[in-house]
């Protein structure tokens, strides 16, 4: 069974910074992308950040310039660097990866991570 581990969420004043990592564990035989999709109350899920298998990497609008992704392959770990955090990136941030496993290649998501940001 593939698990997905969050933890760097917590509450940051407007202009700090914040860093969340995202573990993948189990029986994982190769990792296409990984990311990160945030909920805020009363809206739909959106694209934070995204990763692919070669480096390549996909920001929302609102995020680019302020957050940072990346990631370490060796660890089946990515990370999300946020910086200049505006409140109305208050949400729940979940973290997304689309793996091969025992049941084929599908996406498998975390619990989630709150973030919120008071002004």
């Known amino acids: 069974q593939v698990q997905l581990v969050e933890s760097g969420g917590g509450l940051v004043q407007a202009g700090g910074s914040l860093r969340l990592s995202c573990t993948a564990s189990?029986?994982?035989?190769?990792?296409?992308?990984m990311g990160w999709y945030r909920q805020a109350p009363g809206k739909e899920r959106e694209l934070v950040a995204r990763i692919i298998g070669g480096g390549s990497t996909i920001y929302g609008d609102s995020v680019k310039g302020r957050f940072t992704i990346s990631r370490d392959n060796a660890k089946n770990t990515v990370y999300l660097q946020m910086n200049s955090l505006k409140p109305e990136d208050t949400a729940v941030y979940y973290c997304?990866?689309?793996?091969?496993?025992?049941?084929?290649?599908?996406?498998?998501w975390g619990q989630g991570t709150q973030v919120t940001v008071s002004s």
């Open positions: 189990g029986l994982i035989f190769s990792i296409n992308a």
């Open positions: 997304n990866a689309n793996l091969q496993g025992v049941y084929g290649t599908r996406d498998y």
